[in-house]
């Protein structure tokens, strides 16, 4: 599943060499408990607008249409911690749940998912020529 993750970051655009200018983000993989997947998707949602209101930018999602066992695959970017606190006072700001409670209430949703940290999007080319 990593590796359709990082294959899925692959196709994005503006395509960097490894390096540490190229951005680093989030690979994250959802398999959403059944009947949560609106409830899931207007969760996160709400966090993708909080996220664009400090200046962020939202998750990409990817949605499920065949294949392996995954519901959403979502690549964000990495963030700072203030830019994680800015995002929690406008989520708190909102009377949206943060922290641990957040945490609990995202679990409710999902049956499991992965996290990964990735750089990109790159491509096959410019990963080679950072070997060298």
Known sequence: MVALALGIAALLPSPQAWS???PHGMVSIYHVAPGKHLEFLRWNAARDAASVEAGIGPTQWYAHLDG?????VGISPATTEAQDNQVDAILKRNRLTTGFKASLEFRTMITSHTDTYAIGPTTAAALIDSAK
């Open 20 to 22: 540490q200018e190229a």
């Open 68 to 72: 392996d066992s995954w519901d959403y």
